[in-house]
């Protein structure tokens, strides 16, 4: 180190970074474990130069100085090598000798994220802690006008529709005239929504499909998951595990040469098909894979060269309206599969939420819409679409539920609400919230890696480097040095844990309101908030 | 908790019969007021029988403003039983008026209508004097349709039976659904009291039902007129019952399948596991969590009686087929009170799978279980 250090408009010191390392010298063995994990490469081993003065007592010894070395851990103050407190020097560490620590009064980093022009790109979500989800109360208990079920042993049927469900009159008219009938699957509330095999690593892929197959072959629980943009493996996609699997293409089609030409080979339908044409986290912004993460096995998948980067454009390139965009490709993908296979759009909540609902509403082969809210996560994105682009959920749900209730077709069209679902942990209250607002099912991601593989990212800015391949916990990770970390039978053991969990918490909110033989969709009387305005906005009860 | 009480004759019997049955379940009410349903009736009204008659409480002023409206639209009066009680009314019921049942001969202009759309302009009749007498508070309507008379008011039930002078002979009927209570769940308003009528079609319940507030919002966008009001969360079940029967076109042993529908595991025994599957769920929205009894009598006469999915509701039925009464009670008390020479040994409670129907021959009470076959859907 230069012992007079330039000091430029760019020269950061450790002061000025979000996370600082707190090293101990005094049970640091100097094993060199956290600088070998540290994946953004913050720390370093560094030899210090330390001089002594000796000050003798009296007058006739002169002071003196010694100089000595000593050999610890030092932080790099280069943007670029910030460290992003994920803590894995610390869970290394044998003698919990290291940890970040996050100064929240230490914001210049923000102001130099963006050297050489380059604004700044991250994966994660929304870095707020905000939930409107969390403040809402279940307040209509049961308890004299009419016995409380009881969560543990009442018969429930947690099931919900996806699919176009017709009316009551023409159902019967279908049945009687044995016309055709659009597809409907009865699933479990809780979707694992779209996470690409590419975004995600290889391990936690297998994980969470082994996870979702035990809970559907072994514990009977329809639980599904979406593909999200990046194709299907071959064998899966010719595989009878498929039928748990919703497909979804989105505006780059990676993948989908690969899909279509299985279509013959495949033993199973599967669920159904998503089609992306937003995403909560980003809105009117495409899909991302960086380059890093685009090894051999992705580009073969994906159908693309190895080592480039994978945008998707924003829109749909071969489509210039509403309706081509919705009704034709709806088509085109139901008439791939026979009409057998329900397919539905995903968009990210936005005031134009209805004008899709609307249009969803006359298309008859329409099986439902995915509205994905500003707290939804992705892989990669600049941070100012996350953190400014999108609109909450909880209102957009609303107004969408409320615009079926009018048109009468609150049964026949499932929303499926997703975005910020589980932020705090609260997984079976927020979906539950969600559904009597008027969801049918809810689709979670950043939970999914939370609880399912130990993802470290939060909204306090922790972590969030799923886009440069270099998760620490292998998650979404493409190098196979760091995702052999993880175990694909430990991420499906953890799948069903937090399955189960779900589903004992859900009962137990839905028992005390009196429901259990059908899902509460839109059972807003049972809902209250302490926000006058909130409570008024999406017409549920203010409670103080 | 409410009580109900029903019957079904083949002669004429007074409403005090069903009254005095609520009376001896008292226990298990709180005597807030009283709800009835007389059809199949005898009396003046006997030969009346395709005359829509107007059921309803009014002032003085009201009952002057009906006669214009309804002479406006050209309708004239057949016959009119008009009962100003002269007496003072029990504490807790406020003095009103008129109650009065008033037989109509529809305007000339309605002979050649088909039935669904003379029903519909009966509804949409009543629905306009009720609007306006919600507004100016001289007149409440409660039924507007033939051979169909609805009596309702706050107090204890036979203490309104002695006001009103229920047992006179112009009231006596064939079909009686009688409750004993206010609807307390929500604000107390006589609209929200058991029972519920339209276009023929009358229940009461007994419970809360927890799946309300989406029952109300699918129906109201269903496109009917008369799916309105909601004053309480027990007029959903008159309504899906309409909706099933008249709408759909369903044989009412399908109603239990609409807002009980069997699970998957049971369904697949059933023959006609794909007919009640579309129906789950393109029903969806109608299906109730209990816990609820509800009784109810369709337009020809049938009575019957259905449980919610878990049974939490007391209900029995049983009667004479020599005298021809059958009796739908709360509890076995309020039958032997009302039918107290029957076999008792053919008293039927009916439990989560089961509809117990007595037709209007009153012969018996038909069992059916929602895992026999369905005969009219084929």
């Known amino acids: 180190m230069l012992t007079e250090r330039p000091v430029t408009p760019a020269t950061l010191g450790v002061k000025d970074l979000p996370w600082q390392i707190k090293w101990d010298i005094a049970t640091c063995t100097n094993c060199g474990r956290c600088t070998a994990v540290c994946p953004v490469s913050a720390i370093e081993f560094g030899v210090f130069r330390k001089r002594e003065i000796i000050a003798p007592m009296g007058l006739q010894a002169r002071p003196s100085n010694t100089f000595s070395v000593y050999h610890g851990i030092r932080q790099r103050t280069d943007p670029a090598y910030a460290c992003i407190g994920c803590a894995m020097c610390n869970m290394v560490c044998p003698n919990n000798a290291i940890e970040p620590v996050r100064q929240y009064d230490s914001t210049t980093l923000e102001f130099h994220n963006n050297r050489g022009g380059q604004p700044r790109t991250r994966g994660g979500r929304r870095n707020s802690g905000e939930s409107l989800l969390d403040q809402i109360k279940f307040i209509r208990i049961s308890m004299l006008t009419d016995p409380a079920l009881d969560a543990g042993r009442h018969e429930f049927d947690m099931r919900t529709l996806l699919g176009r469900v017709l009316s009551p009159e023409d159902e019967l008219r279908c049945q009687r005239e044995n016309g055709w009938k659009p597809p409907v699957r009865e699933i479990y509330p809780l979707v694992i929504g779209g996470m690409s095999f590419g975004a995600l690593s290889p391990n936690m892929w297998e994980g969470l499909q082994m996870g979702v197959a035990y809970l559907n072959e072994e514990l009977g629980m329809p639980v599904r998951m979406c593909t999200g943009e990046g194709g299907c493996p071959p064998r899966l996609l010719r595989s009878r595990f498929l039928k748990y699997v919703i497909l979804q293409i989105a505006s780059g089609y990676f993948g989908w040469d690969e899909i279509i030409h299985a279509i013959p080979e495949m033993k199973e339908d599967p669920c159904a098909i998503e089609i992306k044409y937003g995403q909560g986290a980003k809105p009117g912004d495409g899909g991302l894979l960086m380059w890093y993460k685009v090894n051999k096995l992705i580009a073969a998948i994906r159908g693309v060269p190895v080592g480039v980067s994978l945008p998707s454009p924003p829109t749909h390139q071969t489509q210039y309206s509403i309706e081509e965009s919705v009704a034709k490709m709806i088509q085109s993908m139901s008439m791939a599969w026979g009409f057998r296979v329900p397919v539905y759009p995903k968009i990210s909540a936005s005031s134009t939420s209805l004008a899709v609902l609307n249009n969803l509403v006359r298309n008859p082969y329409a099986a439902g819409l995915a509205i994905d809210g500003e707290d939804g996560g992705t892989g990669a994105a600049y941070n100012v679409s996350m953190n400014h682009m999108g609109h909450p959920i909880a209102s957009n749900l609303r107004d969408c539920y409320k615009a079926l209730c009018v048109a009468g077709a609150q049964n026949e069209i499932p929303l499926i609400a997703g975005g910020g679902i589980g932020k705090h942990g609260n997984l079976a209250a927020n979906a539950a919230a969600l559904i009597m607002l008027g969801a049918s099912m809810v689709q979670i991601g950043k939970y999914v890696m939370q609880a399912g593989a130990g993802c470290v990212g939060s909204e306090k800015d922790r972590c969030n480097v799923c886009n440069i391949g270099v998760c620490p916990k292998g998650i979404t990770s493409q190098d196979p040095r760091i995702y052999r970390r993880l175990d694909p039978e430990q991420v499906a053991e953890r799948v069903v844990d937090f399955y189960l969990a779900f589903d004992t918490e859900l009962r137990k909110v839905f028992a005390p309101l009196g429901r259990s033989t059908s899902l509460p969709i839109g059972m807003s009387d049972g809902l209250g908030i302490g926000d006058r305005d909130v409570a008024e906005r999406l017409d549920i009860k203010y409670v103080i | ?378």
């Open chain 2, 1 to 378: 908790m409410c009580r109900l009480f029903a019957l079904t004759s083949r002669d004429p019997v007074s409403p005090m019969r069903a009254i005095d049955a609520l009376n001896v379940m008292k226990e298990g009410h709180d005597g807030s007021g009283v709800g009835l349903y007389l059809g199949g009736l005898g009396g003046p009204f006997e030969d009346l029988k395709d005359h829509p008659i107007l059921s309803g409480i009014f002032t003085e002023a009201g009952l002057r403003r009906l006669d214009e409206y309804m002479a406006g639209q050209g309708f004239e009066i057949r016959h009119a039983v008009r009962f100003a009680p002269r007496s003072d009314p029990p504490a807790g019921t406020p003095r009103r008026g008129t109650y009065a049942a008033i037989a109509y001969e529809c305007p000339a202009a309605w002979d050649e209508l088909a039935d669904d759309e003379r029903g519909r302009r009966l509804v949409r009749t009543r629905l306009a004097l009720r609007a306006e007498g919600e507004q100016t508070g001289d007149m409440m309507v409660f039924s507007f349709w033939p051979d169909t008379i609805m009596i309702k008011e706050v107090g204890d039930p036979l203490e309104m039976g002695a006001y009103l002078e229920l047992g006179r002979e112009e009231l006596h009927a064939r079909r009686i659904l009688a409750q004993g209570r206010q609807n307390t769940n929500y604000a107390i308003n006589l609209y929200a009291c058991h029972p519920f009528f339209i276009e023929g079609v009358a229940t009461m319940t007994n419970g809360e039902n927890t799946a309300f507030v989406p029952i109300r919002e699918y129906l109201m966008s269903r496109g009917v007129e008369g799916y309105s009001g909601y004053q309480s969360d027990s007029e959903v079940f008159t309504h899906i019952a309409h909706f099933s029967t008249r709408r759909l076109g369903l044989d009412i042993r399908a109603y239990k399948h609409v807002i009980t529908p069997l699970s998957d595991d049971e369904m697949r025994q059933h023959p006609d596991r794909e007919f009640l599957q579309s129906l789950k769920r393109s029903c969806r929205k109608l299906i109730i969590d209990g816990p609820n009894c509800v009784i109810g009598c369709l337009p020809d006469g049938t009575m019957f009686m259905v449980q919610d999915r878990k049974k939490l509701r007391p209900g029995v039925v049983g009667g004479d087929p020599a005298s021809g009464v059958f009796a739908f009670s709360s509890e076995i008390c309020g039958l032997n009170a009302a039918i107290p020479d029957r076999d008792k040994s053919k008293d039927f409670q009916p439990m989560h799978l089961d509809t117990a129907i007595v037709g209007p021959d009153c012969r018996e009470v038909v069992q059916c279980s929602q895992n026999d076959p369905l005969p009219l859907q084929r």
